[in-house]
Nanobody
Framework: QVQLAESGGGSVQAGGSLRLSCIVS????????MAWFRQPPGKEREGVAI????????AYVRSVKGRFTISQDNAKNTLYLQMNTLKPEDTGMYYC????????????????????WGQGTQVTVSS
């Protein structure tokens, strides 16, 4: 079973940057992709970025495209999310996700698309 541990969250002013890290340990039955999700206060968890672990292909939701970058360091078993030009609407708990659900046929940014989650790291952006 895979274990995920996020870090790097914090409080920043609008326009600032943060880099989130997710250390991956254990074994995931499905290692095709990993992703970052976030859950704003009072809202549903939503995907923001996805990385194909084999080909390195990435995709982002429109609200973060051009500002966020997802990447991986295989030697360190770590997934990253570089977040630049942060906005107050980026505030939320950020989660690392792994082990995509092979039975799920919905979009990758739906919560049900992944089965393994970290504990989350809080990001707060003030205006």
């Amino acid at each position: 079973q895979v274990q995920l541990a996020e870090s790097g969250g914090g409080s920043v002013q609008a326009g600032g940057s943060l880099r989130l890290s997710c250390i991956v340990s254990g074994y995931a039955s499905n290692r095709a992709s990993m992703a970052w999700f976030r859950q704003p206060p009072g809202k549903e968890r939503e995907g923001v970025a996805i990385l194909s672990t084999r080909g390195g292909t990435t995709a982002y939701v429109r609200s973060v495209k051009g500002r966020f970058t997802i990447s991986q360091d295989n030697a360190k078993n770590t997934l990253y999310l570089q977040m630049n030009t942060l906005k107050p609407e980026d505030t939320g708990m950020y989660y690392c996700a792994a082990d995509p659900n092979p039975l799920y046929r919905g979009p990758w940014y739906d919560r049900d698309s992944y089965t393994a989650w970290g504990q989350g790291t809080q990001v707060t952006v003030s205006s």
